[in-house]
């Protein structure tokens, strides 16, 4: 009986919810009208409902409840009360690879494709693999964090009795669901940053000094702190659409230890944006733009599910006019650094062929930040420079 309630949530969870509001914001108002349900139940229902989504659009037309056991089946690798219940055949095989588990599904009359789980092949970046990729929505991404400078042997002896794998120079991956603050204070210690955001510092080098660095879409500032930790001496300048965002960032900056920046509200999409002259030219810029976020989505699948990919051409004009505001603001030599969070090649290559071809930047390095074989984000980054004056 206990099964068949929660089985029952969730199918309920899956009728009414219709994306627009974050699938973890929306289930919290849905646990608090729901009092009854314990903590057992909360947890359990959240796993059936995110199973139904990482499947993504495959087997659309299946029942939601089967859907609900067959996405348990996929993304769980050990056996469970729950699948044991209602599909004990298939409980028996939980520990079993993906593919081998793919395969038996197939041998039981099932239907699934795992190319329908991102339907849309045809509009990724070069290099990603759609197979891997689509197999990737199966599996809940991994916790990282970045170490900061000076605080690499606390972290190291502070995770021994915690599973966790040390990527050199500066990255812990942990399980999800690590509770950090318990280990750490986060941004002063260790700043919570998926693996592929970590490799933006790659992109990141310095081409002048004293280095002016401007975040142009600094969003919570993850990446600024990055640029302070790897760039000695660097002067700060960050900016984004929204006032509130830069609050919380001049926040996680106070805890970071960063007192010395410049911050600004602009809407980069405007050609009449207002913009300051303070520190004017930069000497390396960041735009870390707003994107679909597709190379996220393994972290939140409801939104592959929901996704119109008329949103890409959306983006698309948002991310040309933001590169059309920022360009002109760089000194001579500068470096520019383009990412998004986005596996489209039209926020991606055809955004970098842009600042190639109509502003005349120099491509130094471009490509698929891939995280999808890592249990990490999906990325893209290219840097570029300008011409130095002759």
């Known amino acids: 009986m206990k099964f068949d309630n929660q089985l029952r949530y969730a199918t309920t969870i899956l009728s009414s919810y219709w994306g627009g509001t974050p699938l973890h914001t929306w289930l919290k108002d849905f646990f608090r009208q729901h009092k009854q349900m314990g903590s057992n139940d909360r947890k359990t229902v959240s796993n059936m409902v995110y199973a139904f989504y990482r499947l993504g659009h495959a087997v659309r037309g299946m029942p939601v409840d089967q859907r609900i056991l067959l996405g348990l089946f996929f993304v769980h690798d050990q056996p469970g009360e729950l699948l044991a219940y209602f599909r004990p055949e298939w409980n028996a095989q939980a520990s079993r690879p993906l593919e081998e588990k793919i395969a038996l599904v197939h041998h039981a009359g099932i239907d699934f494709s795992p190319a329908e789980i991102f339907p849309w092949k045809d509009e990724l970046s070069e290099g990603i693999d759609h197979h891997a990729f689509c197999l990737s929505f199966l599996r809940q991404p991994d916790l990282f964090l970045r170490i900061r400078p000076g605080y690499e042997q606390l972290a190291l002896s502070r995770t021994k009795e915690v599973a966790h794998e040390f990527i050199p120079p500066f990255t812990l991956r942990l399980p999800n669901g690590t509770k950090v603050e318990a280990l750490f204070t986060p941004d002063k210690e260790v700043v919570i940053q998926d693996y592929s955001s970590q490799r933006i510092a790659g992109f990141l080098r310095p081409t002048a000094s004293p280095v002016i660095f401007w975040d142009a879409c600094a969003a919570s500032g993850g990446k600024s702190i990055l640029a302070y930790d790897t760039i000695p001496g660097i002067s700060i300048t960050v900016s984004d659409i929204r006032e509130s965002i830069l609050k919380n960032l001049q926040q996680r900056f106070r805890q970071a230890g960063i007192t010395q920046f410049y911050s600004f509200v602009a809407d980069l999409t405007r050609k009449d944006t207002a913009l300051s002259s303070d520190t004017l030219p930069y000497n390396l810029v960041l735009a870390d733009v707003p994107c679909t976020g ?64 109509k502003f005349g930047l120099r491509q130094e390095q471009a490509g698929a930040i891939k995280g999808y074989d890592e249990k990490a984000d999906t990325m893209f980054g290219a840097r570029f420079s300008t011409m130095r004056d002759s």
């Open 294 to 357: 597709s190379g996220t989505w393994s972290r939140t699948p409801e939104e592959l599910f929901f996704f119109n990919p008329g949103k890409i051409l959306t983006y698309s004009a948002a991310q040309r006019a933001i590169v059309g505001n920022i360009l002109p603001r760089l000194a001579p030599g500068a470096g520019f650094v383009y990412t998004t969070c986005s596996v489209f090649r039209k926020e991606n290559e055809a955004i970098a062929g842009l600042v190639r071809e």
